[in-house]
């Protein structure tokens, strides 16, 4: 089986799949009500985005089954995926306490790591840093950061799926690059066309949300693929940091931010850079299509030098990240403001 003929097929089945999932919530009355701290001002059907999920964890059972994704890869992204997006459907269909869903993500990100054997060895400056255990920690919380920062970020239309769809084919191209297995730039690549298709019911103008199942789930296969890629190829690893710096750069230093202001950071809030943005602009569509251009335009090619070992990944990242930061303190990003309340 040639997986290339699948991803035409991946896109085509989210797209309907999410059509369903559409009729079924206007039906059942599943939809997300705005208040004031919502980006949206319309009653919008929510959990679109199990589509994306179901696809994806479907296809990549057919690709275990012809034998073109090893076993362990697959009983890692199958399982870890599927816990933190049944816990991520369940709190949309109702309500789980910030604890169990903080356990999932850590189950989840655990029994993942346990099958991809941890943290890659970490390439900086041309020597190799081997963690052990203490790899297995740090992975363990930077995945569910990156899990929980995704469905912070996904706040206004189509920019969880822009970020999604540019960062796994930017991913997928820059691995391409090398002489590596052909399933090795697939898998990245399966997850941007499933993507597409979902995108379709969610920008310009929202038809129905993502939800915290599909945002969750994103991040932390998002996170995985980049441990994947580094087992294959150590700099892979800073490749996905910098490709993934619009959603890392203003979700970190926007909690940070938040927590110098002494809130509840587990408290719903409008104080993103992207959502201040959206308002300053008082369009969705711009700010979502402008992260999708800095994507394409200034991480992915930084990403591909890293790839080819043309400047170091650390500093790959530094470079990347500066106007990102700068962009962040130009919106003032999680500083607290009577316009953000």
């Known amino acids: 089986m040639n997986p290339l003929f699948i991803l035409p097929i991946s896109t085509c089945l989210t797209l309907i799949l999410t059509g369903v999932l559409r009729h079924y919530a206007l039906k059942r009355s599943l939809m997300d009500i705005p208040n004031e701290r919502s980006s949206h001002s319309l009653p919008t059907p929510r959990g679109g985005g199990v589509s994306v999920v179901v696809v994806f964890l479907f296809l990549l059972v057919l690709l275990g089954l012809e034998d073109m994704v090893m076993l362990p890869e697959l009983l890692a992204l199958l399982g870890g995926g599927t816990l933190v997006a049944l816990i991520g459907i369940l709190d949309d269909l109702g309500h789980v306490s910030a604890r169990w869903r903080l356990l999932s993500h850590f189950l989840g990100a655990g029994w993942a790591l346990y099958w991809l054997g941890g943290l890659p060895p970490l390439q900086m400056f041309g020597a190799t840093l ?129 927590i110098l202001n002494r809130e509840r950071i587990y408290e719903a809030h409008r104080s993103h850079a992207y959502q201040i943005a959206a308002r300053r602009f008082n369009s969705h569509k711009v700010v979502s299509l402008t992260v999708g251009l800095i994507n394409l335009i200034w991480l992915i090619p930084i990403a591909c030098m890293v790839s080819m070992e043309w400047i170091d990944g650390l500093s790959g990242v530094v470079l990347a990240y500066i106007p990102l930061v700068a962009l962040v303190w130009f919106f003032k990003g999680g500083v607290q403001s009577r316009e953000q309340i």
């Open 130 to 258: 081997e963690l052990g255990w203490l790899g297995y920690f740090i992975a363990t919380f930077y995945l569910v950061w990156l899990l929980n920062l995704y469905n912070f970020m996904d706040g206004i239309d189509g920019i969880a799926s822009i970020e999604a769809i540019t960062v796994s084919a930017g991913a997928a191209f820059a691995i391409s690059l090398h002489n590596v297995p052909q399933i090795q730039w697939i898998i990245p690549l399966l997850l941007a066309a499933i993507v597409v298709g979902f995108l379709f019911w969610n920008f310009p103008v929202a038809k129905i949300f993502m939800g915290d199942g599909c945002s969750g789930f994103l991040g932390l296969m998002l996170g995985l693929l980049s441990f994947q890629a580094a087992w294959i190829l150590p700099q892979m690893f800073w490749v996905w940091i910098i490709l993934l710096g619009v959603f890392i750069v203003d979700a970190t230093l926007t909690l940070i931010g938040r």
